[in-house]
Structures are given as C-alpha cells and as structure tokens.
C-alpha cells in the first residue's frame, strides 16, 4: 500500500509569482486535506477536498485554491506568492470526512518565496 | 475558537521517562492526538485517545487526560536517542473537517 506522497519537495519561488503542489493519496482514501506549516509552529488547517469538492475551509484568502481529481489527488495552488507563504504544505488524505477518521500525512513540500 | 498549547522544549537523559504535556480549550473535542516530527519529514502519528477515556498505553506511549482540566500528557518510557524531534498535540471535534494543532515540544535526548 503507497502512502500519501506529495510533488516537489522543495521549491523556491519569488514574489508575486505562482505555484502548484500535488498530493497523491493513500489508495482507498477519498478525503485531502492541505496544511500550512511556517517555521517553528504547528500545522494551520488551509482546506479540506472530499470527492473533488471543497469540504470546508480554514481562515486562508482565496488566493489559496485547491483541486481535487477523480483518482483522488489533489492540488493546491497560490497566486500572487508573498513572503509569509514561505512554509512547510502538508497534505492529509483519509478514507473519509467522519472526525473519527484519521489523517495520514505526506511528508510535505517546503516552499521559500524571496 | 480552539486553541491547543505546549510547553517548547524538554530535554531528558536517555532511558529516563518523558511527560509532554498539552492544554486545550474547545470542550467539545472528541479525538486528541499526539504526532512526531523529525528534522524535514512529514507527521507521524503516534497515538490518540478518545475523549471518553482517561488513560491509553502502548508500549513505550502513554496517554493521559484530564478533561475536567482539558490536559492532555504524553509519557514516552525508556526514552531514546531516536525519541528526539517534535511532538504536537492535536484535537479534533465531532463536526469540524480540521485538526488543531499546537506549536510543538521539542524533545531532546542526551545520551
């Protein structure tokens, strides 16, 4: 059985510009969930895809936007990169929304916008 | 809102016990959870207690919550080298898509 693996492990962008990260989930699970992790601090829920439908929302501007694909992976993608976007993303998948389903977690991508 | 909070750093001999302790505000969380992370890796999680229990051991892990207090305690027995990297409590509640996590406790083993 795969775990959840996420595309690119690091990357440096610069400001104002763009990105998109990629998360596969484990297989059999149909729920991603995208965290943001800034240096020294826990996990900040960004959002949640269930069935390639956002599922609910943490306190992100809308320049954060994700997708999520038939086979379940999921992207997230920010516009307009500003120096505090600079973070460990973690995605989440689990085998459904239910608070008593645990959350398996990639090993994240760390973004750096100079 | 939920706010989770730890203590940052704790520094032990190896083979002593650990105690990482965790407070949390939201009453209605229903799961807590404990998650390790070492330097540049993902979150592993390590164990988690439904809010109905007191007490969760396995092997080397204990957990122990006061929810009148909303205190939540990880006990790693027979600390380890290995055992160094970040612990984060987290919580969840019936309802809500998210885990709350806290900032972290560093843990650090002398040999």
């Known amino acids: 059985e795969t775990g959840v693996t996420q595309s690119p492990t690091h990357l440096i962008k610069t400001r104002g510009q763009q990105v998109t990260l990629r998360c596969s989930s484990q297989?059999?699970?149909?729920?991603v969930s995208w965290y943001q992790q800034a240096l020294g601090q826990g996990p900040q829920f960004i959002f949640q895809?269930?069935?390639?439908?956002?599922?609910g929302r943490g306190n992100f501007p809308p320049r954060f936007s994700g997708l999520q694909f038939p086979n379940y992976s999921s992207e997230l993608n920010v516009n307009a990169l500003e120096l505090d976007d600079s973070a460990l993303y973690l995605c989440?998948?689990?085998?459904?929304?239910?608070?008593?389903?645990?959350?398996?977690f990639g090993p994240g991508t760390r973004l750096t916008v100079l | 809102g939920e706010d989770v909070e730890q203590s940052l750093f704790l520094s032990v001999r190896e083979g002593d016990s650990s105690v990482i302790n965790c407070t949390y505000t939201?009453?209605?969380?229903?799961?807590l959870y404990w998650y390790k992370q070492e330097p540049g890796a993902g979150l592993q999680l390590l164990t988690y207690?439904?809010?109905?229990?007191d007490m969760k051991q396995d092997q080397r892990l204990t957990v122990l919550l006061n929810k009148k207090d909303k205190h939540l305690s990880l006990r790693i027995a027979d600390t380890q080298t290995g055992d160094s990297a970040i612990y984060f409590c987290?919580?969840?509640?019936?309802?809500?898509?998210?885990?709350?996590f806290g900032s972290g406790t560093r843990l650090q083993v002398q040999p």
């Open positions: 207690i439904f809010s109905n229990m």
């Open positions: 989440a998948s689990s085998p459904g929304t239910g608070f008593y389903n645990e959350q398996f």
């Open positions: 895809y269930y069935r390639e439908e956002e599922n």
């Open positions: 297989s059999g699970h149909n729920t």
């Open positions: 987290a919580e969840r509640g019936r309802g809500r898509r998210a885990l709350t």
């Open positions: 939201d009453s209605s969380s229903t799961y």
